[in-house]
């Protein structure tokens, strides 16, 4: 754990210097990212009716590729939200995508992306966007 903190602050300080975007604290994360906060919700009810998270991106992507499941790179995101409350088994997230790392080689993006996602893990810190 204190190891993935340092990685992922040695990661901050790299794109530190790609702009004032990418200066904020960084999170490597796998899961499924999708283009928008419906297709999310798309594959939470595939998920819903036991499609796996990677079947689920594959049955959302039908018709343009709008959603991948990540499980063998991870994708830096910074600004995480949290869009309902963290402490749910999924949760789902809004945030921008700044870098990729493959095959232990960072790959900065850019300009970032906006993505929408689900991850394993509780993004500690992400701010929360109250829903009603």
Same mark, same amino acid.
């Given at each position: ?22 200066? &904020?604290?960084? *999170? %490597?994360?796998?899961?499924?990212? $999708? ?22 991106? &594959?049955?959302?992507?039908? &018709?343009?590729?709008? $959603?991948?499941?990540? &499980? ?11 869009? +309902? *409350? =963290? ?19 960072? %790959? =900065? ?20 966007? +109250?829903?009603?």
């Amino acid at each position: 754990m204190i190891r993935r903190h340092l990685a992922v602050a040695a990661v901050a300080a790299l794109l530190a210097g790609g702009g004032p975007a990418l200066a &904020d604290e960084v *999170h %490597r994360l796998q899961g499924l990212f $999708c283009n928008t906060e419906a297709q999310i919700d798309q594959a939470l009810t595939e998920m819903a009716a036991s499609a796996s998270p990677r079947r689920a991106a &594959d049955l959302v992507n039908r &018709d343009a590729v709008v $959603c991948t499941y990540v &499980d063998r790179i991870e994708y830096l995101i910074a600004r995480p939200v949290a869009l +309902g *409350h =963290p402490a749910l088994p999924l949760v789902k997230y809004r945030g921008a995508l700044v870098g990729v790392v493959v095959g232990g080689t960072l %790959r =900065p993006v850019t300009p970032e992306v906006e993505l929408h996602f689900l991850t394993p893990q509780q993004i500690v810190g992400a701010a929360i966007e +109250g829903r009603t």
